[in-house]
């Protein structure tokens, strides 16, 4: 008995500490960080010294493809890295284009839509994600990224999320061919005959890619439209549903 009561008084031994880890510190979100540094000093730089400019422009956008590996590889996927890394996104091209639209004065409307359709179509298709997780729980582990598609989307958007390559190539052309608008709009041949030249050549490249992306926005946008008109719809039979049993009762 005296064993017994002695057992109980002893202290019980502490509990293993889970080791909380700051999110911020993780490394594909210090990648993140560096980026959006890199993406405001290539705005600083943006009016006046458009090769400075474009250095750390496109150094920024080249980490795009690093954080996610990073992401995976250190496993350190968060929520914030997926909101950080869309919105560095974003707001990187829509200032681009708020530039080339002071640049390109008749063209104006262009790059306003474009900044519209960019923002437009990323904002309801992660919209419509986090409406599916709350109220369908259909995914139930890892980061709710507007890059992760259901079998129910469309194919072109399937094929476009699904291969990194691709994903790549046409974010990559897509920026690129808006960095030799910007280009183009500085006077080159002082520094080299025949680099206004190439600079065409490589807007002219890149175009079909860009068009094609902003095909797929179009497509992204008319999908999660859709699919968040559906989520109304189904509220509303529910609803309707729910008032019926309430009658009959």
Request: hydrophobic share 45%; with cysteine; proline share 4%.
């Amino acid at each position: 008995m005296a064993h017994k009561i002695k057992q109980q008084l002893e202290p019980l031994p502490p509990s293993p500490k889970i080791q909380v880890k700051n999110v911020f510190l993780f490394i594909p979100n210090i990648i993140g960080f560096i980026r959006v540094i890199l993406a405001i000093l290539s705005l600083y730089y943006m009016p006046n010294k458009p090769w400075t400019c474009m250095g750390l422009y496109t150094f920024s956008c080249l980490l795009d493809a690093v954080d996610g590996n990073a992401a995976r590889y250190f496993d350190q996927c968060s929520e914030f890295g997926v909101v950080l890394d869309m919105v560095t996104d974003r707001s990187t091209t829509s200032c681009l284009l708020c530039f080339l639209a002071t640049k390109y004065s008749s063209w104006t409307i262009l790059f306003q839509l474009l900044i519209s359709l960019d923002l437009s179509s990323h904002y309801m298709h992660m919209y419509r994600l986090i409406f599916i997780t709350i109220l369908f729980s259909s995914m139930t582990s890892g980061s709710s990224s507007h890059k992760n598609i259901d079998k129910s989307s469309n194919s072109i958007l399937r094929a476009y999320y699904s291969n990194n390559v691709v994903l790549f190539i046409f974010c990559a052309l897509n920026e690129l061919f808006f960095v030799a608008l910007y280009l183009l709009s500085f006077n080159h041949e002082d520094i080299a005959p025949g680099l206004n030249f190439i600079i065409r050549l490589i807007a002219f490249f890149s175009f079909p890619v860009c068009a094609g992306k902003q095909i797929i926005n179009v497509i992204q946008l008319a999908g999660a439209s859709k699919r968040l008109a559906s989520i109304d719809l189904a509220e509303q039979r529910k609803i309707s549903k729910n008032g019926e049993n309430v009658k009959n009762n």
